[in-house]
């Protein structure tokens, strides 16, 4: 295949069952991409390594005009609070609104949630065991994440229903979109999860505790450090962000299971090896495949000049299979694998996942208590994929234990 024939194309009918194959295509023919979607896809693992720790920039508002700089604007028009969080800022806004929250996601801070995790996995496991067949995504990998980022942020149970629907459809915003009806959906989801997020920090405000959105107040009102629609972003960004990547680790790691039996029995065989098994199931089916950076400057990567202002996609589930790194086997599940940590599904430089750490813990007792109480685990149906380009994972997962 040429340059001149390869097409990357994610809108193609089921390019999100398995992208793949279309990142091998585009590592081996032209590893910096210039789509005619108007972007530039890197996807080799050395590459996306130097984009990540580039020190670019992060802000929608300095891409160049065209149909990304028209989504974006739309965006924060509508609904400030989906471009006002640390994840679309640079410094010195970044730094400074990621400090306030980095003291509650340290390895030791979040070590120390171990026991609340395994009491809230094992609780599911009672259930599913009751059941016998349910749609794991429902019975574990969604409730999960969510009901612990809830009792870190210090809420009261909410519509968690709901809250699932318009998270999913949010995160379509951290993706190309091309469907001005898709766009909409995202604007009217935006404003609705605002105003919930903005509900729950009146509510705080008035029932303050020894929780993360109490001290996300306290410093926006002792310090004038936080804007009213800067704590609402952080928030919403933690809500989204704090479960919906788990769903997908968590999902996409049975999924692999399943369809690597002899893993799947290493993994019981040996329990010590499940850190390194989180680690593996990280690289191998990335809970985020893609990641955006925007260029300040023009920017020269694999040798090719990228302009000013455009808008540069990193694919992380790309680079976590470039045979280059991995070896032959990049494409085969392998849960003792020795530098299956050196993937990049958290990203790297200053906007590494917050919270890599808690996906880790979350991950591993789940997936290795589940592996552990059900040995006759196994598919009980079709895996429905949930369409999304970046943060893709499976709709629905039928199991029977």
Not at 251 to 260: C, E, K, P, T
């Amino acid at each position: 295949m040429t340059d001149t024939e390869l097409i990357f194309n994610p809108f193609e009918p089921g390019f999100t069952d398995d992208p793949y194959p279309a990142y091998r295509d585009l590592r081996d023919a032209d590893p910096v991409h210039e789509s005619p979607f108007g972007l530039t896809v890197v996807s080799r693992y050395e590459d996306v390594g130097a984009l990540l720790r580039a020190g670019l920039s992060v802000d929608s508002r300095l891409v160049a005009p065209g149909m990304y700089r028209d989504q974006f604007d739309r965006l924060d028009i509508a609904e400030p609070t989906l471009s006002l969080s640390m994840l679309d800022r640079d410094p010195p806004d970044h730094t400074r609104l990621r400090s306030l929250v980095t003291k509650v996601f340290t390895p030791r801070s979040v070590a120390a949630l171990e026991p609340m995790i395994t009491e809230l996995v094992d609780d599911a496991l009672d259930r599913i065991e009751e059941s016998g067949r349910v749609d794991l995504v429902e019975a574990l990998a969604f409730p999960l994440p969510f009901t612990v980022i809830s009792r870190m942020l210090g809420v009261p149970t909410t519509d968690h229903i709901r809250i699932r629907a318009l998270s999913g459809t949010i995160v379509r915003s951290l993706e190309p979109v091309a469907d001005p009806q898709v766009l909409d959906e995202i604007v009217e989801a935006g404003i609705e999860m605002a105003g919930i997020i903005r509900g729950l920090i009146a509510w705080k405000r008035g029932n303050p505790g020894d929780d993360l959105l109490s001290a996300l107040i306290a410093a926006e009102q002792d310090g004038d450090r936080l804007t009213e629609d800067e704590l609402a972003a952080q928030i919403l960004l933690l809500y989204v962000a704090g479960h919906e990547t788990t769903v997908n680790l968590i999902s996409n790691a049975v999924v692999a299971l399943l369809r690597h039996p002899d893993q799947l029995a290493l993994l019981r065989d040996r329990p010590d090896l499940a850190d390194n098994a989180v680690e593996e199931f990280l690289r191998y089916d990335s809970p985020v495949q893609q990641t955006r950076r925007i260029t300040t400057a023009p920017y020269t990567l694999g040798g090719r000049e990228i302009p000013q202002g455009a808008f540069v996609v990193g694919c992380l589930a790309s680079a976590n299979r470039d045979e280059r790194f991995w070896g032959e086997d990049a494409d085969r599940l392998r849960i003792d694998r020795p530098n299956a940590r050196s993937h990049v599904a958290f990203g790297a430089g200053p906007h590494h996942c917050l919270g890599a750490s808690l996906a880790r813990l979350e991950g591993r007792v789940a997936i290795e208590r589940l592996a552990r109480r059900f040995p006759g685990l196994a598919f009980d149906g079709e895996v429905t994929w949930n369409g999304r380009i970046n943060l893709r994972g499976p709709a629905l997962l039928p199991v029977a234990v």
